[in-house]
Structures are given as C-alpha cells and as structure tokens.
C-alpha cells in the first residue's frame, strides 16, 4: 500500500510513539486522582506534554495548553466558548478556506443572532488581506481561519492576519491542524489568541489526541464541564488553565504517544520535515500538472504550502478515481467534499469533489513516481 492520505491523519508514525503508547498503558494511572506511583505517572507526562507544545508553539507556559481528543473538539470549545451571541450584539469573521469545524459551530451560533461574515475565496482558493480588514466592524469580535487549506494546500500569512486583528482589538483563532509540527507556529509573534490543532496528523501523534492553547486573558468558558481531580467540593467547575478547559479523565496514553512524537520532531528537525514533504509533493506535481484531462486546484506560485495536491479527471467522478487508485494501485487518497464546503465552491468543484493526495515524510520518491504513473493512466482510459 502507498498512503498519501496524510491530510487526514498521518499513517506511518515513528516507532517511538506506539512504543510509549504502550508503556503508558502498562504504567500510567489516572493523572490527578490520587498520589499513586500511577497517578503521578501520568501527571508528570501530561505535564511534560504541556510543556513541549507551549515551546513548539511559543505560548506563555504549560498552563495555556488543554488537551481535548481532536482538533474539531478545540474549535467548538473556542467558539462557543467565546461567542455569546444571547448576550451581546456581536459579529465574526471565517474564511471561504474553513473547514466544517469552524463552519458549522459559527452556523449554529448563526441561528441564535450572531452576525457572520464569510470572507470569499478566489478561482484558485485564496483570500484577499485586503477584503478581510475591510470586513472588521465595530461589533467584531472574532476572526477564525484555517493556517492552511486541507483542500488545496494553500497557506495564510496567518502573522500578517494575526497582525489585523490585533490592530482592531478582535480575537485571532487559528485552526492549524494541517500545520502543527510542520510549519512553525508562534502564538507571539503571529498574535494569536487561541490556536487549535489535531495531535495525529502533522505532529505524528496518536489519533484522539488535540489541544487548545489559549493566551492568557482571554476568557473561554467551557464547553463541558465535570471531574478535574481539583475543587471537587465546589459546584462549579474550575475556572483556571488548563483544568477550566479539562473535563473528566484525559487520554494520557494517546498523549504519551503525542510527547514521543513531538520529541521525535524535535530531533528530526520541523524545517528538515517540511522540506522533505514539500520536495515529494512538488515531484507529485510536476508530473501531474501537464497531463491532459487533468486539473489540479490551488495556487502554486509560491514554495511554501502544505503539502498537498487535489485534482480531478476529466469525464471521471472523484470518487472513481479514488477507489481505481485503491483497487488497482494500491494507492491511498482522498476523495469528495473534504469537509470544505465553501472551498470547493470557490474552486468550482461543489458537484464534483475532488481527489486529494498529501504527502509525508515517510513517503518515498518511488512512491511518488508510482502514483503520478497511476493517474496518467487513469487519465488516458477517462
């Protein structure tokens, strides 16, 4: 089997992270409930685990990371935790290159009064900085946007973006779950008020795995509240970080495998991973691009992007393809609407879908070849 479905979770991990899955299996507890050997097992390699995602991503410390079991689970908590649509006159603003996560949370609060503004996208998926300031308003509150676009690729300058809201004294959510352990992120430097990732993809961890990281003063209510190990006496949930945004038992075995992985990141180098996946997707790319019958989505006039190309053949359903690559080729990809509703309308593919291959730095030059063979050939039978 190739798997070049990376974009929806990263198959072939490094050894290390199943290996302490496992240990943490045989030998963590419950972290905060109790003072066992067990217990503080898993306490400390939650903790350790705070720390290393507050260096990756410069937040202010380990107190401004909550883990939650996936990426759509830290965007409603930011969502719904910071717009109160009942209460206050208020307004938002997303992006045409979001994904379902966002969409959807901000829809529903739609429904109870908030104003929404949906910044379009272009032929090719891109946004324009320009219409976005021009789309601020007194009563905004929140500007949310994907890092990168899991559809086409295509990458925000989220420093810039995070630049704009801070000039107009909005929040600056980030959903970076196609970016997180690949692209260097700074909670700093980009102003960015909350960013929400998935563990499993980029970061090579565990599925299950996610967390939110909030900048300190910026109020979240929770989404769910319940057991934290702490305060059990008081009728209300904890209010400070991270337990404010932690209910009940945390997935400490996934998130041993998480810490493995961010290590491994570490030693492998973000830069050296980056290049290495983009090398293979530009490869990809280049053999794609010219073939008759073929069109592939994006904006590829820059060098930094995800790692990703989507595309479609003529006179043949995405789906099709997808499942003649299975069948026949033994290729795994992507197929359908992506969770990216408003992106494939933009790309003029609402009908249609699309086919998506993302590329990780365990795929091969060989396997590249191979696949770009396969859709040459799927592309003369079409």
Same mark, same amino acid.
């Given at each position: 089997?190739?798997?070049?479905?990376?974009?929806?979770?990263?198959?072939?991990?490094?050894?290390?992270?199943?290996?302490?899955?496992?240990?943490?299996?045989?030998?963590?507890?419950?972290?905060?409930?109790?003072?066992?050997?067990?217990?503080?097992?898993?306490?400390?390699?939650?903790?350790?685990?705070?720390?290393?995602?507050?260096?990756?991503?410069?937040?202010?410390?380990?107190?401004?990371?909550?883990?939650?079991?996936?990426?759509?689970?830290?965007?409603?908590?930011?969502? $719904?935790? #910071?717009?109160?649509?009942?209460?206050?006159? =208020?307004?938002? !603003?997303?992006?045409?290159? +979001? /994904?379902?996560?966002? &969409?959807?949370?901000?829809?529903?609060?739609?429904?109870?009064?908030?104003?929404?503004?949906?910044?379009?996208?272009?032929?090719?998926?891109?946004?324009?900085?320009?219409?976005?300031?021009?789309?601020?308003?007194?009563?905004?509150?929140?500007?949310?946007?994907?890092?990168?676009?899991?559809?086409?690729?295509?990458?925000?300058?989220?420093?810039?973006?995070?630049?704009?809201?801070?000039?107009?004294?909005?929040? $600056?959510? #980030?959903?970076?779950?196609?970016?997180?352990? =690949?692209?260097? !992120?700074?909670?700093?430097? +980009? /102003?960015?008020?909350? &960013?929400?990732?998935?563990?499993?993809?980029?970061?090579?961890?565990?599925?299950?795995?996610?967390?939110?990281?909030?900048?300190?003063?910026?109020?979240?209510?929770?989404?769910?509240?319940?057991?934290?190990?702490?305060?059990?006496?008081?009728?209300?949930?904890?209010?400070?970080?991270?337990?404010?945004?932690?209910?009940?038992?945390?997935?400490?075995?996934?998130?041993?495998?998480?810490?493995?992985?961010?290590?491994?990141?570490?030693?492998?180098?973000?830069?050296?991973?980056?290049?290495?996946?983009?090398?293979?997707?530009? /490869?990809?790319?280049?053999?794609?691009?010219?073939?008759?019958?073929?069109?592939?989505?994006?904006?590829?006039?820059?060098?930094?992007?995800?790692?990703?190309?989507?595309?479609?053949?003529?006179?043949?359903?995405?789906?099709?393809?997808?499942?003649?690559?299975?069948?026949?080729?033994?290729?795994?990809?992507?197929?359908?609407?992506?969770?990216?509703?408003?992106?494939?309308?933009?790309?003029?593919?609402?009908?249609?879908?699309?086919?998506?291959?993302?590329?990780?730095?365990?795929?091969?030059?060989?396997?590249?070849?191979?696949?770009?063979?396969?859709?040459?050939?799927?592309?003369?039978?079409?």
């Amino acid at each position: 089997m190739i798997y070049l479905d990376n974009a929806s979770t990263s198959f072939h991990k490094p050894d290390c992270v199943a290996r302490a899955v496992v240990e943490a299996m045989q030998q963590a507890g419950n972290s905060g409930r109790g003072s066992s050997g067990e217990a503080l097992e898993a306490s400390r390699l939650i903790f350790d685990t705070r720390c290393q995602l507050a260096e990756m991503f410069e937040a202010e410390g380990p107190e401004c990371v909550a883990f939650t079991s996936n990426a759509t689970e830290a965007l409603n908590t930011a969502i $719904f935790g #910071v717009l109160h649509p009942e209460r206050e006159n =208020v307004h938002a !603003i997303a992006t045409a290159m +979001d /994904h379902n996560s966002v &969409l959807r949370p901000l829809y529903a609060l739609e429904k109870r009064g908030l104003k929404l503004t949906i910044l379009p996208a272009d032929r090719q998926g891109r946004i324009s900085l320009k219409e976005l300031e021009a789309s601020i308003r007194p009563e905004t509150k929140v500007l949310v946007c994907t890092h990168a676009s899991n559809l086409t690729g295509n990458v925000n300058d989220i420093r810039t973006i995070g630049e704009i809201a801070r000039k107009h004294g909005i929040l $600056f959510i #980030v959903d970076a779950a196609q970016t997180a352990g =690949v692209f260097p !992120i700074s909670m700093k430097k +980009d /102003h960015i008020d909350i &960013l929400c990732f998935s563990g499993h993809k980029g970061l090579m961890g565990p599925q299950g795995t996610g967390a939110i990281c909030v900048r300190p003063g910026v109020k979240v209510e929770a989404l769910k509240v319940g057991g934290s190990g702490i305060l059990t006496f008081q009728k209300e949930h904890p209010k400070d970080m991270p337990e404010a945004l932690e209910a009940g038992t945390l997935n400490s075995h996934g998130i041993a495998g998480l810490r493995a992985a961010l290590g491994w990141i570490n030693e492998t180098g973000m830069d050296k991973i980056r290049k290495r996946e983009q090398q293979l997707m530009w /490869h990809f790319y280049n053999q794609v691009k010219e073939i008759k019958s073929v069109t592939v989505y994006g904006d590829f006039s820059g060098k930094e992007r995800s790692p990703v190309v989507t595309l479609n053949i003529d006179g043949a359903g995405s789906s099709e393809v997808s499942m003649a690559l299975s069948e026949e080729y033994g290729i795994s990809t992507r197929a359908g609407g992506h969770c990216a509703p408003l992106m494939h309308l933009s790309l003029g593919t609402g009908k249609t879908g699309s086919v998506r291959f993302s590329f990780s730095y365990f795929n091969t030059e060989e396997e590249i070849d191979e696949a770009a063979r396969a859709v040459r050939e799927l592309a003369e039978e079409a």
